[in-house]
């Protein structure tokens, strides 16, 4: 069902306070900074926090809802139930798929699921506002930076293991002794990890491979 050319929200819609949203996100501290910050719009009024998608239903049968706004790629199949669900019984509500993977199979995915909002989590804050808007408006929003350049960073087999190693808590020694090397060349591996993502710290990428491991591509 294809819903750009609908009006879904009255201008009246817009009155402060006015839009409720679903934020769902697995992790505490970043389910605790999206509803934050989705909060922080003047025309959001209630904002409803959820690690999964299974309490949607519930909230739905007795709260108002306008939107929701989910990482489709963290459980594809309870994603797919949940549009299902929403295509039926709930057409006017808004999503927006807010995403680590923005390759161009996951963008043709979130267009078959009817997902009106894209958003790439390497976007800036203000781009995820302006889906909010488009949310509280009706429109498709589909704002992302261009995939091949921004998403995928391209790692060794190695480096690869080293991530995984350090993000899951192990210290540069045990990830030596577990790979048979030096420290100096774990160092060595961090560092270049840390550069071709161009973050400080090692544990900036912890949200990236727990939940988008498929733009970490070895080779």
């Given amino acids: 069902m294809d819903y750009s050319n609908q009006s879904i929200y009255e201008v009246v819609m817009l009155q402060d306070n006015s839009i409720h949203f679903i934020v769902i996100e697995p992790q505490p501290l970043l389910r605790h900074s999206l509803t934050e910050l989705v909060a922080s719009q003047p025309f959001v009024g209630n904002v409803y926090a959820l690690s999964d998608c299974s309490d949607v239903e519930a909230i739905l049968q007795t709260k108002p809802v306008h939107g929701i706004i989910f990482d489709p790629t963290n459980d594809l199949s309870a994603a797919s139930e949940l549009m299902t669900f929403l295509a039926e019984s709930r057409p006017h509500i808004y999503t927006i798929a807010y995403s680590m993977n923005m390759t161009s199979s996951y963008r043709r995915l979130f267009d078959t699921m009817n997902i009106m909002g894209i958003v790439s989590r390497l976007d800036s804050i203000e781009t995820l506002q302006a ?18 350049q921004a998403n995928e960073v391209y790692l060794s087999q190695r480096e690869l293991t080293v991530l995984k190693l350090l993000t ?12 048979n090397i030096s420290d100096k060349t774990v160092s060595t591996y961090k560092k270049r990890v840390l550069d071709k993502f161009n ?13 988008c491991e498929s733009f970490l591509t070895a080779r």
């Avoid at 909010?132 to 929003?141: K, Q, S, T």
């Avoid at 540069?172 to 002794?177: H, P």
């Fill in 168 to 179: 899951a808590g192990h210290r540069n020694k045990e990830v030596a002794r577990r790979l």
């Fill in 199 to 211: 973050v400080s710290h090692i544990m900036d990428l912890v949200p990236k491979v727990n939940s």
């Fill in 131 to 148: 889906s909010l808007m488009a949310a509280a408006h009706g429109y498709a929003f589909k704002k992302h930076k261009n995939c091949e």
